[in-house]
């Protein structure tokens, strides 16, 4: 555990150099076209959704009707993220169509993560137990509104459930909030891993 | 109102079909097979309102005006039902859900599926006239099925509400769009399955989306513009009725009223979001010009805590002004539900004996509950309710995290299914599921409008097994006259005729006839995949037809099929 937190300020503390250097773009703005608008989402979230970074998930493939929902609940206050909520806020409902349509048609890079095998098993035994694929489908890949998580960011996978279970997140009908409050720490990392190593 | 069995909260969500971004995006284009039939005639009020004596035609999705689903034609009887076969199978183009009740005029049966589909087709040899595929906005979101339950006619047009939430008029003649009308926001959970009324002018529709968190209503439009004429809303603003300790049977439903009368103090403002969908075709008396429905369940399903109050008028049945739309009398069978047993199947209009023995105009609802409630159609009064149909079993139990069992299962008793009524015989005949549940509640904020909101789940019981009954209730007494056991729960809705059958389909492919009086088996045929849909009847050329489509159902994961079934005597 140690050895991850130190990882992870690591992580932090280059992403904040990087929004420190001026590429994290202002909000999209009513005048810009839909491929500008592609490109503020790409500047953090990677080319074509394929992010490259651990906090910022990868939208290449996910459901175009999640994709649809997340932005208009953090543009309507249902999910908060402090990067996000002002992203978000000025997209109009055409703006989060379109832009959950072109990313819902990219294609996912594999996501090269490198798993601990003892940890991957434990988180599939897990999901099992859980019944994650009842709604996220078998090998995570997602349907309607519930998200492809399948290859999904290790971290942001991790912090989301960790949300989930505190009540950070609050967008999800009750459902996750509910299975993610019978997760222990060392189940959110386990299944994280397993996720993350799916694609 | 429903939900898929089986599954775990979460897990239910998928399995509704909701759809989402770009779903089933289809074009307006129509296509002529064969030129319409010559015999296509306009349908007059004159014969809307006298659809209940006319063997000929089946006009109205329940037969007619008091939706008692009794065809008046009697040339196919006890004594030769055993000869019925298939006339004609015809196969429409999308396999999913049916629940469609064909309307068929002067022998023009007009028929719809999944994704709002609408075909009109020969009704003695199945050849097609036209076929119309609705353009689906980008966004739908619905409950339970991308079902539809037909058209309603008037004049030369054809209407049907649409899963993106919009009324569309077509020309019957060709099929063609004549106008079409966003009755409420489909981002915000709104719906159409049910079919509409039409009635001296007017369209009558509800709204799905009691799983949403929606603000249900029936609106009215002008059948020739579309111009909305009025809305009644099945939640009122102030909500919190009279803080009823029992439900309508007078059975204990442990409700912590003080707390909930202090959590309605603080905050009222939930009613925009409290659900009271209305998911079938109203009744309308014509005499009183009176408009009957039933509004379903309070959002969110389960979790009942973020809405205190009795949560008017969901779960009730509700009598409007035909004119004005203004509130007449509403009966709440459960309040503050917290099991979405609802009130789903369309109210019907009849007469029985009242407590006194005189007999009087009622008007008539199966619940989920099990019970066929017999009221006072002028005061909305309980006159009385019939025998459980189903087995009950540790009614008002308060879900619990863990899940608690009560019976029946929130699919009910009777779901959306459309009861049938033989008005020589005061009998009611109800398609009832037995589908053993547990009850689990969880804490959920409203989500938005677009995501599944049952604050909770509903489990199946794996080991307990499921089935369904017919049920005949005695309207004059409330006993049950004769029940059958089907192997399966029972979806689909009843047909009753004057010739003292009863028509019912089962999950399984069968579709079967019965004596009216005993219940006896008389006649059955394997459509190959579910009877989950109501039949219908009609005479062309002097020849009594049956027809109901065979297409499966989403809700309780019956074999899928296409088709809409006919059949004569040999």
């Known amino acids: ?199 | 109102m429903n939900h898929r069995i089986t599954i775990a909260g979460a897990a239910v969500a998928l399995a509704l079909g909701i759809s989402g971004v770009g779903a089933q995006e289809t074009g307006t284009a129509t296509v002529s097979a064969k030129p319409m039939s010559g015999n296509l005639t306009s349908i007059s009020d004159a014969m809307l309102q006298n659809a209940a004596g006319d063997p000929k035609n089946w006009i109205h999705p329940n037969g007619n005006y008091s939706n008692t689903r009794y065809y008046p034609g009697a040339q196919i009887t006890a004594a030769n039902v055993g000869k019925l076969v298939p006339k004609f199978v015809f196969q429409t183009a999308v396999l999913e859900s049916m629940e469609t009740a064909p309307i068929v005029i002067n022998g023009i049966m007009f028929l719809t599926t999944s994704f709002n589909h609408v075909y009109a087709i020969d009704a003695t040899t199945g050849e097609e006239f036209w076929h119309y595929k609705h353009k689906m906005g980008p966004i739908t979101t619905f409950c339970c099925g991308p079902n539809n339950r037909g058209v309603a006619v008037s004049g030369d047009t054809l209407y049907m509400g649409t899963l993106d939430a919009k009324l569309v008029a077509l020309d019957a003649k060709t099929g063609k769009l004549l106008w079409e009308k966003q009755i409420a926001d489909p981002d915000k959970g709104y719906s159409e399955t049910m079919a509409p009324a039409v009635v001296d002018g007017k369209v009558l529709i509800g709204t799905n989306g009691g799983e949403y968190g929606i603000r249900g209503f029936v609106k009215a439009f002008d059948a020739k513009t579309g111009e909305l004429l009025w809305t009644f809303y099945t939640i009122p603003e102030k909500s919190e009725g009279v803080w009823a300790k029992n439900d309508l049977t007078g059975r204990d439903m442990h409700r912590n009223i003080d707390a909930e009368k202090a959590a309605y103090a603080k905050d009222s403002s939930f009613y925009q979001t409290l659900g009271g969908g209305v998911w079938m075709t109203p009744a309308v008396d014509l005499k009183t010009r009176t408009v009957f429905f039933v509004a379903g369940n309070p959002s969110p399903d389960l979790y009942g805590a973020i809405r205190p109050g009795d949560n008017l008028y969901t779960d009730s049945l509700i009598a409007v002004d035909l004119d004005k739309g203004t509130y007449k009398w509403h009966s709440q069978y459960i309040a503050h539900d917290v099991w979405d047993l609802d009130a789903v199947s369309p109210p019907i209009l009849t007469q029985a004996k009242d407590a006194s023995g005189k007999m009087v105009d009622v008007v008539i609802h199966g619940g989920k509950t099990g019970h066929v409630y017999v009221h006072d159609r002028a005061t909305g009064k309980l006159i009385r309710f019939s025998e459980a149909m189903i087995p009950q079993e540790n009614m008002w139990v308060l879900p619990t995290k863990e899940g608690a069992r009560m019976l029946p299962g929130a699919n009910g008793g009777v779901e959306w299914s459309p009861m049938a009524v033989n008005p020589k015989l005061h009998m009611s005949y109800a398609a009832n599921l037995h589908q053993p549940m547990t009850y689990h509640v969880e804490e959920a904020a409203y989500p938005g409008g677009s995501k599944l909101w049952l604050g909770g789940a509903f489990k199946t019981i794996p080991s307990e097994e499921q089935w369904g009954q017919l049920v005949a209730v005695n309207l004059d007494t409330g006993k049950i006259a004769w029940k059958h056991k089907t192997p399966q729960p029972l979806i689909g809705g009843v047909l009753a005729t004057a010739g003292d059958l009863v028509f019912n389909g089962e999950a399984n492919g069968w579709y079967k006839a019965y004596d009216a009086r005993t219940g006896k088996e008389l006649w059955k045929y394997n459509c190959g995949a579910g009877v989950n849909s109501p039949g219908v009847s009609y005479m062309v050329d002097g020849k009594q037809y049956i027809a109901v489509a065979a297409g499966g159902n989403n809700q309780i994961d019956a074999k899928r099929g296409n088709s809409v079934f006919v059949f004569a005597v040999q």
């Open chain 1, 1 to 199: 555990m140690l050895f991850r937190t130190v990882l992870l300020s690591v992580t932090a503390g280059l992403c904040l150099t990087t929004i420190a250097h001026g590429q994290a773009p202002p909000p999209p703005s009513t005048g810009m076209s839909i491929a500008e608008k592609v490109d503020v989402c790409t500047a953090c979230h990677g080319p074509n959704g394929n992010s490259a970074s651990p906090q910022y998930p990868v939208l290449a493939g996910q459901n175009a009707r999640y994709l649809y929902l997340q932005l208009k609940d953090f543009k309507e206050g249902r999910r908060h993220d402090p990067q996000m909520d002002p992203m978000a806020a000025p997209l109009t409902r055409d703006d989060m169509l379109a832009l959950a349509d072109y990313f819902s048609k990219q294609k996912q890079a594999p996501s090269g993560f490198k798993a601990d095998a003892a940890k991957v098993a434990l988180g599939r035994s897990k999901a099992d137990e859980v019944l994650c694929a009842m709604c996220h489908l078998g090998e995570f890949a997602g349907q309607n509104e519930i998200p492809r998580v399948a290859g999904q960011k290790y971290e942001y996978v991790k912090k989301q459930l960790a949300d989930f279970k505190a009540r950070r997140r609050t967008n999800d009908a009750g459902n996750m909030t509910s299975v993610a409050g019978t997760l222990s720490d060392a189940d959110i990392d386990n299944l994280a891993q397993y996720i993350a190593n799916l694609y």
